[in-house]
C-alpha cells in the first residue's frame, strides 16, 4: 500500500513495506510537523484580497498546521478565509492580526463559518466534513455556579487579619441563605455590612440592608431615607446643600431654604441667593425667550429674545441674531484694489462689486451650492481665476473674463472643478494672431502685453513659398507643366513665465512677385521682437520655391520652412521632385508622377517629406472622399510627408502621433497642446472627439497628397478659447502634392501669441 496523507495533520502515513532504509527520515519528519502543530504560526494575506485559502500541505511544513496560527497583512473589506483541505478535523487559536479594522470569516466548506473581527482571538474547530464542512467556535469559558459547603478563605484583606467567606446554612438563622463576610457581613437577600467594616480607617460604612436606608458615616454626610427615599448630600437633615425631596419630585439646594427646582418650573425659595454669587444671582429675573451665554468678555450676560422671524447665528466666535434667510447677497464686498482678490467659500452668496480695472478676482474651491453675484463697473474685462489649475466654467478652462459693464451676472459651484455662469463665458486670456495677408513691404504690428498677464506662448508657421509648374531643362521650351511636392512649414514654440516683455512686435512675411530658386530670400521672414524683457529674437523663414518655368520639376529637391530664435524649433519637411522618373515626364506622359508634398514640421522633428516609391490611384483619396483619378493611363502618384520625420509609403502618406509629446507644456493649464492628424488616407481626427469630415493629407481634385499640417486640428487650446473647434492656425501648412499646370501658391507665416492670465 502507497503512502497516504488522510490525517488531521496530513502526516506521510508509511504504507505497507514501503521506504526500506529511508522510513527513519518520515518519521522524523512526522515528528516535527506533529511539534508544529503545537506552534505558533503565521501567514500574510495578499493586500485586500477578498478571499484567501490556507492549505495544509502533505508531510511538509506549513503555518496553517499550527495550533495559534496568526494572519496578516492590510485589508480593507471581509476577507473569507478557506482552511485546506476539507476532510481536516482539527482545532486553532486563530488571531484576526490584520490591519485596515476589517474581519476575517474561516470557513471550511458549504457549513457554517466563523467571524473574527480585527485584534480578537477566537478558539475554532472544523469538522472535516467534506464539501459541507463547517467551522465552529469554542465559546467563552466560564462558570455557572459556585457552591461552597465550608467556609472559603480568600486571603488576608489587610493587616488585620482575613476576610472569610462562609454560606449560613441555619435556616432559623436571620441570615440563612447568606454569604457572610468575616461573620459579620452578609450577602444574600440583604446585604449586610458590619461595623467593623472600615473604608479608610476613620470613616465606617454602617448599617445597613438594601431595603433599609445606606449610610455613608454616622453623621449622615451622604443619605438614603428608607421611608421616602429621600437622598440628601454633604449635610445632615435640616441643612443639607442639596436634597431630592421624593414624595414632591423636586430638587432643593442649600437646604430647606435653598433653592428648588420641580419637575415643571423652576422657583427661587424665600431665602435669596446672596450677591457673592454674581452668575447665579442671573437666576432672580429669568426672563421669557431669554438666554444665558459666554459673552465677548468671556463673562455670563443674557442674551435677549431676538425680533419676530430671525433665527440664532454664530460668527464662529459670538452668537447673535439674524433674519431668517438673510437678505440676497445682503453681504457686499468691493474689490477696489489692483491685484488678486481673493473669495473664500464663507463668503458665498456675497455680490461682488469690482471697482478696479486692474483687479482679479480668485474664487475658492469649487463646490455644490457656494454662489456669487458679480459686477465690473470697469470699462476693462476682469479675470476670475480659479483656485487652482485644471478649473473650468461653462466647459471653459478659467481664467474668464467678465465685462459686465452695466449689468449682473451669478456664477455657482457645481463640484470641486467646475462652475457655471448665467452669461455668455469667454476666455480672459488675450489671444492673438498675426499674418501680412496684404503681402504690404511696411508689415509690422506691435503688441502690447496686458499687466495682469502671467506667462507668454509664442506659436509661429514659417509659410509655404510658390512652386510653380517648370520645363524640363531650365527653360520653356520643352515644358513639363508639371511641379514637384512643395515644401512643408517649418514650426517653433516658446513660452515666457517670467521677465515678461512689455512689447511684442510682428514684422515682414512680405512676398515678392518673382523668387529665384532658392525661395524668397529676406523678404519672405516673418520676426517677432520685443522691448523690454526676456529677449524675444524669432526668424520664420518660409519654404524653398520657385515660379514658372524657372525650376526643373525632375530634379527639384526643396528645404522646408525654418524657424530660430524659439524654445522648439523644427523644419518643414522637404518637397521632391520625380525621384526614378524618366528623363521626360511629361504631364500627358504614362511615366508621369505626381509627388506629395512634404508635412509640416513638429517639435518631434523635421516634418516629413513624400514617398520615394510609387502609389497607384486607388490608395490616394480626394479632399471629397472620392477616389483620386488620373487622366492618362500608367499615371502615378506618391503619398506626402506627415510630421515628426514620418515619410510618406506606396501605400499611405506619412504618419504622426495623435499628440505630440514634445511640445511645451503651457501651464497652469492642460499638457501637450496639439493634435497633428497624419498625412495619410481617409484621416479625421476623431480620436480627439471631434470629425471634421475633412480629409488632412490627401489630395485635391488636380493635385496628389498635400503633407500633414502642425496644430490644424482641434487641440487641448479649445479649452482655453472656449468650445468647438479651435485649431492652433488659421491656414493649411502642409505641402500641396505635384498637379499638371498648377502653380503651388504661397501660404503667409502666421505667428499666434497667447497671454495667459491664470
Known amino acids: 500500500m502507497a503512502s497516504t496523507y488522510g490525517n488531521d495533520l496530513r502526516l506521510e502515513e508509511i504504507g505497507d513495506g514501503e521506504q526500506s532504509g529511508t522510513w527513519g527520515a518520515t518519521t522524523n519528519t512526522n515528528l516535527e510537523l506533529i511539534a508544529e502543530a503545537l506552534s505558533f504560526g503565521t501567514e500574510a494575506i495578499t493586500t485586500n484580497a477578498d478571499t484567501h485559502t490556507t492549505t495544509i500541505a502533505d508531510g511538509a511544513t506549513d503555518p496553517g498546521r499550527s495550533l495559534y496560527l496568526k494572519y496578516t497583512g492590510t485589508l480593507d473589506s471581509t476577507c473569507t478565509i478557506t482552511i485546506a483541505p476539507n476532510s481536516i478535523s482539527k482545532t486553532w487559536y486563530i488571531e484576526n492580526g490584520t490591519s485596515g479594522s476589517q474581519s476575517i470569516i474561516i470557513s471550511q466548506g458549504s457549513g457554517a463559518n466563523v467571524t473574527i473581527p480585527t485584534g480578537q482571538t477566537k478558539i475554532v474547530y472544523s469538522d472535516g466534513a467534506g464539501s459541507g464542512a463547517a467551522m465552529a467556535e469554542i465559546g467563552t469559558l466560564g462558570v455557572t455556579n459556585i457552591n461552597v459547603s465550608t467556609a472559603a478563605t480568600v486571603g488576608t484583606l489587610d493587616t488585620s487579619g482575613a476576610v472569610n467567606l462562609n454560606l449560613v446554612t441555619d435556616s432559623t438563622s436571620s441570615t440563612s441563605g447568606a454569604l457572610i463576610v468575616d461573620g459579620g457581613v452578609g450577602i444574600a437577600k440583604k446585604l449586610f455590612v458590619g461595623t467593623d467594616l472600615d ?154 462689486v469690482i471697482t478696479n480695472a486692474a483687479a482679479s478676482v480668485k474664487l475658492p474651491t469649487a463646490a455644490a451650492g457656494l454662489f456669487f453675484g458679480l459686477r465690473n463697473t470697469t ?136 523668387a529665384a530658386s532658392s525661395g524668397y530670400g529676406t523678404a519672405g521672414r516673418m520676426t517677432v521682437a520685443n522691448s523690454g524683457g526676456t529677449t524675444v529674437n524669432i526668424v520664420a523663414q518660409p519654404s524653398i520655391g520657385y515660379d514658372n518655368y524657372t525650376g526643373y520639376p525632375n530634379s527639384f529637391s526643396g528645404a522646408g520652412g525654418t524657424v530660430t530664435g524659439c524654445t522648439f524649433n523644427a523644419a518643414g519637411g522637404q518637397g521632391r521632385s520625380f525621384v526614378g522618373g524618366t528623363s521626360n515626364p511629361y504631364y500627358n506622359n504614362s511615366n508621369c508622377r505626381f509627388p506629395g508634398g512634404g508635412g509640416s514640421g513638429s517639435t518631434a522633428g523635421v516634418g516629413g517629406r513624400s514617398a520615394t516609391v510609387d502609389a497607384n490611384a486607388g490608395t490616394i483619396v480626394r479632399t471629397n472622399g472620392a477616389a483620386w483619378a488620373v487622366s492618362y493611363t500608367g499615371q502615378n502618384g506618391r503619398h506626402a510627408g506627415g510630421t515628426g520625420g514620418n515619410d510618406g509609403t506606396a501605400s499611405a502618406g506619412g504618419a504622426a502621433g495623435s499628440k505630440d509629446s514634445n511640445s511645451i507644456t503651457i501651464t497652469p493649464y492642460l499638457g501637450k497642446e496639439f493634435y497633428i492628424p497624419p498625412g495619410g488616407v481617409n484621416a479625421k481626427p476623431t480620436s480627439e472627439g471631434y470629425d471634421s469630415g475633412l480629409y488632412y493629407g490627401s489630395a485635391g481634385s488636380n493635385t496628389s497628397p498635400q503633407g500633414a499640417s502642425f496644430g490644424r486640428a482641434p487641440s487641448d487650446l479649445i479649452n482655453i478659447q472656449g468650445p468647438g473647434n479651435r485649431p492652433l492656425f488659421d491656414y493649411d501648412y502642409g505641402g500641396l502634392g505635384g498637379a499638371a499646370f498648377e502653380s503651388l501658391g504661397p501660404t503667409p507665416a502666421q505667428c499666434v501669441i497667447f497671454q495667459f492670465k491664470g
Not at 474685462?381 to 459686465?404: C, D
Open 379 to 514: 470699462t476693462t474685462t476682469i479675470p476670475i481665476r480659479g483656485q487652482a489649475a485644471g478649473v473650468f466654467v461653462n466647459s471653459i478652462l478659467a481664467p474668464i473674463g467678465i465685462a459686465e459693464t452695466d449689468g449682473f451676472a451669478i456664477i455657482v459651484g457645481i463640484d470641486s472643478t467646475h462652475w457655471a455662469a448665467d452669461y455668455g463665458v469667454s476666455t480672459a486670456n488675450v489671444v492673438t494672431r498675426f499674418a501680412n495677408t496684404s503681402n504690404s513691404q511696411s508689415y509690422s504690428v506691435p503688441l502690447t502685453i496686458d499687466s495682469t498677464t502671467t506667462a507668454i506662448y509664442i506659436a509661429i508657421m514659417s509659410g509655404n513659398a510658390i512652386v510653380g509648374y517648370g520645363s524640363n531643362n531650365g527653360s520653356s521650351t520643352g515644358a513639363t507643366y508639371t511641379n514637384p511636392g512643395q515644401p512643408g512649414s517649418g514650426f517653433g514654440e516658446t513660452l515666457i513665465t517670467s521677465n515678461l516683455p512689455t512689447t511684442l512686435t510682428v514684422a515682414g512675411n512680405y512676398r515678392l512677385a518673382s
Open 199 to 352: 473604608v479608610d480607617g476613620t470613616t465606617n460604612l454602617d448599617a445597613v440592608d438594601v431595603d433599609g436606608a445606606v449610610q455613608i458615616d454616622a453623621t449622615v454626610n451622604v443619605g438614603v431615607d428608607d421611608t421616602g427615599y429621600d437622598v440628601k448630600f454633604f449635610g445632615d437633615t435640616a441643612s443639607a446643600y442639596m436634597q431630592w425631596d421624593a414624595s414632591a419630585d423636586d430638587l432643593i439646594l442649600g437646604g430647606a431654604a435653598g433653592l428648588v427646582v420641580p419637575q415643571d418650573k423652576l422657583t427661587i425659595a424665600s431665602t435669596a441667593v446672596t450677591s457673592t454669587a454674581a452668575e447665579l444671582n442671573q437666576l432672580d429675573a429669568i426672563t421669557r425667550g431669554s438666554i444665558l451665554y459666554g459673552n465677548a468678555s468671556g463673562a455670563t450676560a443674557r442674551l435677549a429674545a431676538g425680533g419676530a422671524d430671525t433665527v440664532l447665528t454664530s460668527d464662529g466666535t459670538d452668537l447673535s441674531w439674524a433674519a431668517a434667510g438673510g437678505a440676497f447677497m445682503g453681504n457686499v464686498i468691493t474689490v477696489s484694489s489692483s491685484g488678486e482678490t481673493t473669495l473664500t467659500a464663507g463668503q458665498s452668496g456675497s455680490l461682488v
